[in-house]
Structures are given as structure tokens and as C-alpha cells.
């Protein structure tokens, strides 16, 4: 079971992100997924949740009509498209397939 973030870099408050998730090991449609981020100092939070098909998704009201959270099955991917970007949302960011399935996290910095 492997699960691996990227995408994460610096960028100016406002500006967007891209963040994947690759997923390997088992049967990635099988499972939920679920974007998770942890800012220094506070505890790890979900972020955005997507269902196995893609047909039904949830977000944290501070991510809504910002965040995206979206999968391909087909390639075992995931992602999560971050616009609008706050520098509250500095964390690390990190992907979860089913249960107990984490990657290592990608960091994500937002300012100028």
C-alpha cells in the first residue's frame, strides 16, 4: 500500500494550487478519499472528502467554494484543486484512502 502527495510549493494569497494524490497497492475505487491538513500548532483536520465514485463529495466550510476535491479511477489518482488560496491555509496536506492508508504530505505555503 502506497499513497503519495505532490504538488505542494509557495504561493501568493489568492493564487491557485494543485495537489495529487497516487495511490498504489490496492484497489483505489474500492475506497473513500479524503484530504486532511495540518498547520503548526494545531491538530489535523479534514479537509475535503470524496466517495469512492466521485458522486458524492463534502468539504470543511472553509475550504467551500474554494477547494475541489476530485479522483480518477482509472489512473488511481486523486486531487485537490486549491484556488482563492489564504495564508490560514498553510499547512501540510495530506491524502487518505480508505482507512489508515496516509501519504507522507506535501507543504503548502500561502504568502507574499
Known amino acids: 500500500v502506497h499513497v503519495v502527495e505532490s504538488g505542494g510549493g509557495l504561493v501568493q494569497p489568492g493564487g491557485p494550487l494543485r495537489l495529487s494524490c497516487a495511490a498504489s497497492g490496492f484497489t483505489f475505487s474500492s475506497y473513500a478519499m479524503s484530504w486532511h491538513r495540518q498547520a503548526p500548532g494545531k491538530e489535523r483536520e479534514l479537509v475535503a472528502l470524496i466517495s469512492r465514485e466521485g458522486r458524492m463529495t463534502n468539504y470543511v466550510d472553509s475550504a467551500k467554494g474554494r477547494f475541489t476535491i476530485s479522483r480518477d479511477n482509472a489512473k488511481n489518482m486523486g486531487y485537490l484543486q486549491m484556488n482563492s488560496l489564504k495564508p490560514d491555509d498553510t499547512a501540510v496536506y495530506y491524502c487518505?484512502?480508505?482507512?489508515?492508508?496516509w501519504g507522507q504530505g506535501t507543504q503548502v505555503t500561502v504568502s507574499s
Open positions: 487518505s484512502v480508505g482507512t489508515g492508508n
